[in-house]
């Protein structure tokens, strides 16, 4: 019974370039790294000269069934030893859990210096945040949205409402 060992090698070379050639250009496919063969699958790797892929290799993975036409199963650009890679992800509740953490932390160190101070900040006076308000930030009538006076609206579209009802009323 003849094994993936036994096809041509510049066959599946030719298969899998012809493979690679489909999903990306021809100039990014580097020398043939070689041919492994396992359980009817022949893994055949390229050094891949794209840039910024250092240690990359492109991998195309061939069925080689005793009996049938070599077949491609996959192809794929993997990273080898010493590849630039992206970090493992780490969910988002634990990074939220270290940004809480490090916030704390600054917030204890900020309480620690103010303490120090003993009264007034670094300019000398004794001023709080809300000091730092304008007084139109505290303004409760200013309903503008986008320079549009909302409540002068709205009044208009409960007239408009009006005139609905008066039309139902009068079937029109």
């Known amino acids: 019974m003849p094994d993936a060992a036994d096809h041509d090698p510049?066959?599946?070379?030719?298969?899998a370039r012809a493979a690679l050639a489909e999903v990306a250009p021809a100039k990014h496919v580097g020398a043939l790294r070689g041919i492994q063969s396992a359980d009817?699958?022949?893994?055949?790797?390229?050094?891949t000269t794209?840039?910024?892929?250092?240690?990359?290799?492109?991998?195309?993975s061939i069925a080689v069934n005793p009996g049938m036409e070599p077949s491609v199963l996959e192809t794929e650009l993997m990273p080898g030893d010493g590849a630039?890679?992206?970090?493992?992800?780490?969910?988002?509740?634990d990074r939220l859990e270290d940004y809480l953490a490090q916030q704390d932390e600054a917030g204890e160190?900020?309480?620690?210096e103010e303490g120090d101070d003993e009264g007034g900040d670094e300019f000398g006076d004794e001023s709080d945040d809300d000091d730092d308000l304008d007084d139109d930030d505290l303004d409760d009538d200013d309903d503008?949205?986008?320079?549009?006076?909302?409540?002068?609206?709205?009044?208009?579209?409960?007239?408009?409402?009006?005139?609905?009802?008066?039309?139902?009323?009068?079937?029109?």
């Open 10 to 15: 510049d066959a599946l070379e030719a298969l």
């Open 40 to 47: 009817d699958v022949a893994t055949v790797r390229f050094s």
């Open 50 to 60: 794209q840039g910024g892929y250092p240690g990359w290799a492109w991998t195309v």
């Open 84 to 93: 630039l890679v992206a970090p493992d992800w780490v969910p988002w509740s």
């Open 109 to 112: 160190q900020a309480g620690a």
């Open 144 to 172: 503008d949205v986008d320079g549009v006076d909302i409540d002068l609206h709205a009044d208009e579209d409960d007239d408009l409402n009006e005139d609905d009802d008066l039309d139902e009323e009068s079937g029109l």
